[in-house]
């Protein structure tokens, strides 16, 4: 008679799960590893990168050239560094080859006007086709901004107003409101929104480039 076999106890389902569980575990965590270092990755590419998609968008939705140009006038002409950029923005969104009604350049300035302002600065050697050159359009800007400042005792209202809509027709609005004038006061609509929308630029300039702008 054959002894009996013997036959290894048999563990039971409860104890065999019990057993994988530790592996199970380990497996999740290592998952959920996984995916806190991928995520911790992507925050530190999106930090690095939104100085460049910061300025990317500024490209796109408030562009500024030619600063140094713009604080070398500034200081010169006593302007607002600001003041000049928002008014290119408004004239041209930058782009040196704009030309309407005449008006040429970065500051849409007309060749008369510009004439004038080669006249009363005492330049000698002025020509129409100069105005296409950024620096010396920026320069003529400039001027014709602090002109129009000097004119109108400060008012940068009245000192757009003119850029935009013309001396002549300030001064009829002027006596017409017996010197008291404000924005709301400006009877061509096209004139008061120029006026608005560059008052906006500024502000929009002086908080994004703050620091490119006073150099």
């Given at each position: 008679?054959?002894?009996?076999?013997?036959?290894?106890?048999?563990?039971?389902?409860?104890?065999?799960?019990?057993?994988?569980?530790?592996r199970?575990?380990?497996?999740t965590?290592?998952?959920?590893?996984?995916?806190?270092?991928?995520?911790?990755?992507?925050?530190?590419?999106?930090?690095l990168?939104?100085?460049?998609?910061r300025?990317?968008?500024?490209?796109?939705?408030?562009?500024?050239?030619?600063?140094?140009?713009?604080?070398?006038?500034?200081?010169?002409?006593?302007?607002?560094p600001?003041?000049?950029?928002a008014?290119?923005?408004?004239?041209?969104?930058?782009?040196?080859?704009?030309?309407?009604?005449?008006?040429?350049?970065?500051?849409?300035?007309?060749?008369?006007?510009?004439?004038?302002?080669?006249?009363?600065?005492?330049?000698?050697s002025?020509?129409?086709?100069?105005?296409?050159?950024?620096?010396?359009?920026?320069?003529?800007?400039?001027y014709?901004l602090?002109?129009?400042?000097?004119?109108?005792?400060?008012?940068?209202?009245?000192?757009?107003?003119?850029?935009?809509?013309?001396?002549?027709?300030?001064?009829?609005?002027?006596?017409?409101?017996?010197?008291r004038?404000?924005?709301?006061?400006?009877?061509?609509p096209?004139?008061?929104?120029?006026?608005?929308?560059?008052?906006?630029?500024?502000?929009?300039?002086?908080?994004?480039?703050?620091?490119?702008?006073?150099?």
């Amino acid at each position: 008679m054959s002894p009996p076999s013997a036959t290894a106890p048999r563990r039971s389902p409860s104890a065999v799960r019990s057993g994988r569980r530790p592996r199970r575990r380990t497996a999740t965590r290592r998952r959920h590893l996984v995916a806190l270092v991928g995520t911790l990755v992507v925050a530190l590419s999106v930090v690095l990168a939104m100085p460049l998609l910061r300025r990317a968008v500024n490209d796109l939705t408030l562009p500024l050239h030619y600063q140094d140009v713009i604080r070398q006038q500034a200081a010169e002409k006593h302007l607002d560094p600001a003041l000049i950029a928002a008014v290119i923005y408004a004239e041209s969104k930058f782009d040196p080859r704009t030309s309407s009604a005449g008006a040429l350049g970065l500051m849409q300035i007309l060749p008369q006007t510009a004439q004038f302002l080669a006249h009363r600065s005492g330049a000698t050697s002025f020509t129409t086709a100069d105005l296409a050159t950024p620096s010396v359009n920026i320069a003529y800007g400039s001027y014709y901004l602090r002109y129009l400042l000097n004119e109108y005792r400060g008012s940068t209202v009245l000192a757009l107003a003119a850029y935009n809509g013309g001396e002549a027709n300030v001064s009829d609005w002027l006596a017409r409101e017996h010197g008291r004038f404000t924005v709301s006061d400006i009877p061509f609509p096209e004139t008061r929104a120029y006026v608005v929308r560059v008052m906006q630029f500024r502000l929009r300039y002086r908080h994004t480039y703050g620091a490119a702008l006073e150099g």
